[in-house]
């Protein structure tokens, strides 16, 4: 980013005006001026830009996630902000008038040679756009878009409006940005390559100028992918970014320099293409017909390997011929083969379209036909004994079809041409119309009216207009044919007809759905578990167990996960990650999340900050854009809770007697489940063949791992630092140290670090332990401090949900008497030693003291009072995978 001197230094380059320069700092210290929407859409992103140093916010992946992933890599965009301000256009609309709309362009950007604001569309959107505003949105000659009122909003401030199309998206190098960032974001001699491996690639390329990444990886004097990719972001090997997608190893190329490059593309340009042997000009489709040795033939099957061929001379005996690819060339090459002429592969083409289009039903009965003509009649042929005049009508059409389309079988299809039955409409015209408009008027809405009752309203008005409704039957059979998605929709809402939703087809390939590698994409979400837990000492049943997952979408591997008594929170979305930290040193670089309170944190979005990874967030009540966990989910319940004593699947209370009552057969308890479910994913779903990929998600990790690299430099040190870095803060952030330390959450906590000269009155950054509300971290001289709560005793017991109950539990008993009481650390402290707290805060406490030696292992905190429980897991690397050993398969997901 630019500091003040420079910013002043690129005004002056570029002959900014006073007041324009004003406007600019502005836009630099306030944006965004307003947040994204969210809508059932659009995909709103957060992302963690490596230039900017902060977070943006994009409303949509195709355009503005794009778009700050080309800019945060381009070296002619200096700087870029989203949301920046209001421009006020003047335009005439489709109507005449003119209109002074205000408008907030998606992002400003600062060039080398200029700056602009920059609206970002898709290519769909401005199409429909530049019809409804063709004043506003234009297509000039060179088929760039322009906005003429943006510009001339734009050039008052000194600046260029610009356009955005989605078209303009480079998807492979967007694609290859998102695989080499964790390679971009540490200093290059960070990165870890083997001292050789330099020298092997240039000994391997110096023989061939040109290679693909799995050639290097593997045979002879093949390097390891880490230091692969490191030579290729250190410039050292040359790789074309725009041009090749690196998560594609055996096409991506890899050259010794530029120019070998620059030849291979010239080379492939100017290629002309060899004609491959085989029949010129004959394209096989069943129909078609040919000259095999002077004598006509006609195609009737295309295989995988060869076609089948009937001679046509004799039709009424015929001999099917199979020829293979080989054969076909041959015959070709010989010239013994010609295709038919051009009228002729017109009546073909029209004869695969006619085949295509045929029911099954009518097929079937054809075959059946041609049988008893020229074959042998099956047993089962229920046509067998037809009569022969019946036989001989059959023929004549066959005769007839080989002269019309070049294909007797055509003629032996019923009804080919739809003649058969009278298909006029029987009832009054008049009652149809009607008809339509009842469909319209009281059926299409959210009156959800029933069939029944809507066909009585048409009725009513069939009478008044004096003619004979529809029947009921006919009725219905209006409202089936326009069943769709739009009609549920305007009967039951967007939500509810999700489910009959169309997909939605992308026609161009952009990036993987899923991921290219492991930790590229990862998806978190929460489900309650249905299972009854009690305490260790089985007296007390529990309250609904939550399971928190974090999942990698391109191997399906469960990343980690987190049990919790407490509905999702934020401490649950802290915990899975530090979990996911603790045991692989990374989080996923895109984490994808429904739009929950707890995802739509200021905490969270921070911690995500803060570990480099873009947030993406599913559209509103999309269910299917989280499938692959969800179906995780589901997966889990089937194959392992729904089978552990006290499993509630699909209960019914009026039904449930004492002998299978779920609650009578509880004995499972919050660290047994937990070791369980550990032992579930490590050995047994992870090692089972999961259907979509082919592999099991252990294998389908490991390997990953070793194609695109381990990054073992971008790992980050799971320590006691890290913990306190990842624990929760204030609103703002930082607290100022007064004489009694600082205030966090209405406790006041001191450390000694404080008393030093120039500490107090000073603004530092803190955090809190929501674990022990007797202790926070203050950052002061260059390092964190612990403080302690003046009440350290009393609340060294206690964790932030059970100070939060009690908090809430003081504010609703001074409402109900009417009374005031302060909230601070001596009223709470004063409640906690009560025995109403006691009563209060039991269920909560015991919740609490069940799952603390789990929370204690991720938090590296041991325990005094009991030990500290650990997963025992396996090392990625040792992971086993036996392919001889039978092995479950998992449904698609």
């Not at 092997?200 to 390891?224: C, I, M, Q, Y």
């Amino acid at each position: 980013m630019l500091d003040d001197n420079l910013l002043e230094e690129h005004f002056d380059r570029l002959g900014i005006k006073p007041e324009a320069r004003a406007r600019i700092r502005w836009i630099r210290a306030n944006a965004p001026t307003r947040s994204v929407n969210t809508g059932i859409k659009n995909t709103p992103c957060r992302f963690c830009s490596r230039k900017m140093g902060f977070v943006l916010e994009a409303e949509a992946f195709n355009t503005e996630y794009a778009t700050f992933e080309d800019y945060d890599n381009n070296d002619q965009v200096l700087e870029f902000y989203p949301q920046p301000c209001k421009l006020r256009i003047s335009y005439i609309n489709a109507n005449g008038k003119l209109v002074h709309p205000d408008i907030t362009p998606d992002i400003f950007q600062v060039c080398r040679d200029y700056f602009a604001f920059v609206e970002c569309k898709t290519e769909e959107e401005l199409l429909k756009l530049a019809e409804a505003q063709p004043n506003r949105y234009q297509l000039d000659g060179q088929g760039r878009w322009r906005s003429p009122p943006g510009e001339a909003a734009a050039e008052k401030l000194g600046c260029r409006f610009i356009v955005r199309s989605s078209s303009e998206n480079n998807w492979i190098a967007l694609e290859n940005y998102e695989f080499f960032a964790d390679y971009l974001i540490v200093d290059p001699k960070n990165l870890r390559i083997a001292p050789d491996a330099q020298s092997k690639l240039e000994k391997r390329l110096a023989k061939s100028n040109w290679l693909t990444v799995s050639e290097l990886l593997e045979g002879e004097d093949a390097v390891d992918s880490d230091s692969l990719y490191g030579l290729i972001v250190t410039k050292k090997i040359y790789f074309d970014f725009l041009k090749n997608r690196i998560s594609d190893p055996d096409k991506a190329l890899l050259f010794a320099n530029a120019i070998n490059a620059q030849a291979y593309q010239v080379v492939a340009r100017t290629s002309v293409g060899l004609r491959t042997p085989g029949i010129t000009g004959f394209k096989a489709i069943p129909g078609r017909t040919f000259s095999w040795d002077g004598r006509p033939w006609r195609v009737v099957n295309i295989g995988d390997h060869g076609i089948s061929a009937m001679p046509m001379t004799d039709e009424s005996s015929p001999i099917i011929v199979e020829l293979n690819e080989d054969q076909l060339t041959e015959l070709a090459r010989t010239g013994k083969l010609v295709p038919g002429n051009d009228d002729e592969d017109e009546r073909a083409t029209l004869v695969a379209e006619i085949l295509r289009t045929t029911p099954t039903s009518r097929l079937k009965i054809a075959n059946y036909c041609f049988q008893i003509l020229f074959g042998t009649p099956d047993k089962k042929n229920p046509f067998i004994s037809r009569s022969n005049r019946a036989k001989a009508y059959w023929l004549a059409n066959y005769r007839a079809a080989e002269q019309k389309f070049g294909n007797g079988y055509i003629g032996l299809i019923h009804n080919l041409n739809g003649t058969q039955g009278n298909h006029s409409q029987k009832c009054d015209p008049r009652a149809y119309d009607l008809a339509i408009k009842a469909y319209e008027d009281y059926w299409e809405n959210d009156a959800q009216r029933s069939a029944v009752l809507c066909h009585g309203m048409y009725a009513n008005d069939c009478e008044a207009e004096g003619v004979t409704p529809v029947s009921l039957k006919t009725f219905q059979k209006i409202i089936k044919q326009h069943e769709s998605h739009a009609q549920t929709k305007k009967r039951v809402g967007e939500k509810a007809a999700y489910t009959d939703e169309p997909p939605y087809l992308v026609l161009e390939y952009t990036t993987p759905r899923h991921g290219n590698r492991p930790f590229h994409i990862g998806h978190i979400d929460h489900s309650p578990l249905p299972i009854k837990v009690k305490d260790k000492s089985g007296k007390y049943l529990l309250e609904t167990v939550w399971l928190t997952l974090l999942i990698d979408a391109y191997s399906r591997y469960v990343l980690a996960f987190y049990l919790s008594f407490d509905p999702p929170s934020y401490r649950s979305c802290m915990m899975v990650i530090r979990e996911c930290v603790r045991r692989h040193g990374r989080i996923p670089h895109v984490t994808v999340v429904d739009n929950a309170s707890e995802f739509n944190s200021t905490y969270f979005e921070k911690l995500l900050g803060l570990l480099k990874s873009h947030k993406k967030s599913r559209p509103k009540s999309k269910a299917k854009f989280g499938a692959v966990i969800e179906r995780l989910f589901g997966t889990t319940f089937e194959q392992f809770i729904s089978n552990l004593a006290g499993a509630t699947n699909d209960m019914n209370p009026r039904s449930v007697g004492a002998d299978v009552d779920p609650t009578l057969k509880a004995i499972w308890t919050y660290e047994r489940l937990a070791l369980r479910l550990n032992s579930y994913f490590n050995d047994i779903y992870h090692g089972n063949v999961h259907t979509t990929l082919g592999e099991s998600p252990a294998s389908a990790f490991i390997n990953g791992m070793k194609t695109f690299g381990s990054r073992q430099h971008a790992l980050y040190v799971y320590n006691e630092e890290f913990i306190i870095e990842t624990c929760p803060s204030t609103n703002k952030g930082d607290a100022k140290v007064g004489p009694q330390g600082v205030k966090i959450n209405y406790l006041w906590y001191h450390c000694t670090a404080m008393d030093a000269p120039g500490v107090l009155r000073s603004r530092v950054d803190v955090r809190y332990d929501p674990d022990n509300y007797a202790i926070a971290y203050a950052f002061i001289q260059g390092c964190w401090q612990k403080c302690f709560s003046e009440y350290y005793a009393i609340f060294q017991q206690y964790t932030e949900k059970q100070i939060r109950i009690a908090t809430n539990h003081l504010r609703l008993k001074a409402k109900f008497t009417g009374t005031t009481i302060p909230i601070n650390a001596k009223t709470l402290a004063s409640f906690l030693q009560s025995a109403e707290a006691e009563e209060v805060l039991h269920m909560q406490r015991l919740q609490d003291h069940e799952s603390a030696t789990v929370r204690a292992a991720t938090n590296l905190k041991g325990s005094t009072k009991q030990e500290t429980l650990e997963f025992p897991e396996r090392p990625v690397t040792s992971i086993s995978i036996t392919p001889d050993i039978p092995a479950e398969l998992l449904e698609d997901f």
